[in-house]
């Protein structure tokens, strides 16, 4: 009998069912838990804290592997890993705190709320700044390994002193027509933070968020980290992990970089925004939509939020380089639910993506809510481990269960192979870009990705051969 009941709440559980019927269902934790380890297996994950809830309610949260691969001490969910540029997530909204009070109006050019902004600054709108379209230059550059502001020895002294080394560049793009990721667009911010409330940007953050919401293990700086609470960052080198050995940031840049936290802090956040505490939900459904580019297409930044839109969600957060991202999903509107998804590592052998992370997490925990995660991971497993009995497998899988509607699939199968690409190295993508091309012998795009990946493996005449195909796709289809 209890074989029976533990199959009866598999089969529920892959179902979707509300969240009341996940909340108690220990399968769940096996899953994830079972899902983490093969991560750390897969990209070489030094250590990692998890967290999984919806609509306020935590279905799982826990760790593996080592915060100090050192000393071997491990990773537990109190862990504070450096989240590094999920700082931004704080900086926008303190923003949208002050656009939801009617003290800032984003498509207002900022130097209306800040003044002395270099001149080419002038006219530029605050929502510009926030979603790293106003084409501004950088305030520093990498030099020996050092960050280092054009005419110092280092970084710029104070912030004054970085924004006029930002303002002496030109600009990159016509504001608005392009997105580049600069950190100097929210130095701008910090700027115009510090010109509305008189205090330092710390302060601020601390005053405005961390403290309403108890967010007692977030700071700033590694050095603010007690030593046994403290994940020791990694980079993964030729496949190998190596200390990442990074510089702190100058205090001005905190608003942009240098987070620390744990997978529990990260969550009040997120549950705050969701539930309207710091900002009103309205205000937050309204802002988190794309920007228009003059030059085409949508800004895949809302407000600074990091946004897509997948299967039927909105789905924003941000990551800390390749380490930490953390997400919200939300179909709709906030009210009518929302999933929060927290992953933060120390550093993994291969640079794993923290999107790809975050997708494998969702698959399990939601794969009929989260199909394209579904299929991502699906996939990822078929690319290391698949044969033709498991291809048989998964060709059924795609056609009867995926979830994806069949005029998507083919362009979503392609996507995940250039992710696998780009985290596990191109002889698995091979894989499923050939896998793409027998299930859609007739599409030009298919068949130019495989070219592609035949010639970054070397194969020349394959390579040539493939990419002739897919013109004459092309060619035929006019």
């Not at 050092?146 to 912030?159: E, F, H, I, M």
């Amino acid at each position: 009998m209890y074989r029976t009941l533990a199959a009866a709440l598999l089969c529920t559980l892959f179902a979707i069912p509300p969240v009341s019927a996940l909340e108690p269902a220990g399968d769940l934790s096996n899953q994830i838990d079972t899902q983490l380890q093969a991560n750390r297996e897969r990209y070489g994950i030094a250590g990692q804290a998890v967290l999984v809830a919806h609509n306020g309610n935590v279905l799982y949260e826990g760790a593996s592997g080592e915060r100090d691969p050192a000393t071997h001490a491990p990773a537990t969910v109190d862990t504070i890993f450096a989240a590094q540029s999920m700082a931004k997530l704080l900086t926008s909204t303190l923003v949208m705190q002050l656009v939801d009070q009617g003290k800032v109006d984003l498509d207002a050019p900022a130097s209306r709320y800040v003044p002395d902004l270099p001149t080419a600054w002038q006219v530029i709108h605050v929502r510009d700044f926030l979603n790293h379209s106003s084409g501004i230059g950088e305030y520093y550059d990498r030099v020996d390994n050092r960050w280092v502001s054009k005419g110092y020895p280092g970084v710029a002294p104070d912030l004054a002193a970085a924004l006029k080394v930002a303002g002496s560049a030109p600009l990159q793009f016509r504001t608005g027509s392009r997105v580049q990721y600069t950190q100097a667009n929210y130095l701008m911010l910090t700027a115009l933070l510090e010109a509305q409330y008189r205090k330092p940007y710390p302060v601020i953050a601390r005053e405005r968020i961390l403290q309403p919401l108890k967010m007692t293990s977030t700071s700033w700086g590694a050095a603010s980290v007690p030593a046994q609470r403290a994940a020791v960052p990694y980079i993964g080198k030729e496949g190998q992990l190596q200390p990442a050995n990074e510089d702190p940031w100058p205090n001005y840049g905190l608003g942009h970089a240098d987070l620390q936290t744990t997978v529990g802090d990260m969550n009040r956040f997120l549950q705050a925004l969701a539930t309207g505490k710091l900002v009103r939900t309205a205000t937050l459904e309204a802002l988190w939509q794309p920007q228009t580019l003059t030059g085409g297409g949508s800004n895949f930044f809302s407000t600074g939020w990091d946004t897509t839109r997948s299967d039927g969600y909105t789905q924003v957060g941000h990551d800390g380089g390749t380490r930490v991202r953390a997400r919200l999903a939300f179909k709709g509107t906030l009210a009518s639910g929302y999933w929060v998804f927290v992953y933060l590592t120390n550093g993994s052998a291969r640079n794993a993506w923290s999107s790809t992370l975050v997708d494998s997490t969702m698959a399990v925990a939601a794969p009929g809510e989260f199909p394209h995660a579904a299929l991502s991971e699906r996939l990822i497993g078929y690319a290391l481990t698949g044969d033709s009995s498991s291809e048989s497998s998964l060709r059924a899988w795609l056609s009867e269960s995926s979830g994806i509607a069949s005029n998507e699939l083919e362009r979503a199968i392609n996507a995940t192979g250039y992710a696998i690409r780009n985290n596990l190295g191109n002889r698995p993508a091979l894989k499923v870009f050939a896998l793409n091309t027998a299930l859609y012998p007739t599409s030009a795009n298919a068949w130019d990705s495989l070219a592609e990946c035949h010639a970054a493996l070397g194969n020349a005449e394959m390579a040539k051969t493939l990419f002739a195909k897919s013109k004459a796709l092309v060619k035929s289809a006019l």
